[in-house]
């Protein structure tokens, strides 16, 4: 791997630090009665989004287990799996921005900012996703060409 790239791949671990307050910001809510339950849930949403946009930094020659290198050696789970991603992140899109457009200042154009963020970052996945599936896919590039040590 070349440095840059290895560069990049080290800070796509700044995903799981960012997911972990993602997490933080949903349980929140249950600790405070509930008080500003829509604030929490948008910045959960905010910051989901961008730890989305931190994982496709990753090395897309590398799968990241056995689960997902069956995925994307899998021509037909593959395709699935990037119609799956394609239709969330398209749909999250289209409601973030009918929310952040439609909707009068106040809670729901602010989750719908929170939504655009995590379907901007579904975009950059969706990228990834279909590098991954280019990569590793068995009819483009045969058994041969894949071995155990693919994966992390």
């Known amino acids: 791997m070349i440095p840059i790239t290895r560069a990049f791949h080290a800070v796509s671990y700044l995903q799981y ?25 948008n910045k959960a949403l905010i910051f989901a989004g961008v730890a989305i946009s931190f994982s496709t930094l990753q090395d897309t020659t590398r799968t990241q287990n056995a689960f997902s290198k069956r995925i994307w050696q899998d021509p037909r789970k593959g395709h699935r799996a990037l119609i799956v991603l394609a239709a969330n992140a398209a749909a999250m899109l289209i409601v973030g921005l009918y929310g952040f457009l439609a909707a009068p200042a106040g809670i729901v154009q602010e989750v719908a900012f929170g939504l655009l963020m995590l379907g901007i ?26 071995t155990a040590s693919d994966t992390r």
């Not at 996945?125 to 990569?135: F, G, P, S, V």
């Not at 590793?136 to 041969?144: E, I, T, V």
């Open 17 to 41: 630090p960012l997911l972990l307050v993602s997490l933080f910001y949903v349980v929140q809510p249950y600790f405070d009665g509930f008080q500003g339950f829509w604030q929490s849930f």
């Open 121 to 146: 970052g579904y975009v950059g996945l969706l990228k990834a996703a279909i590098e991954m599936y280019e990569n590793h896919r068995l009819d483009k590039h045969g058994p041969a060409a894949h």
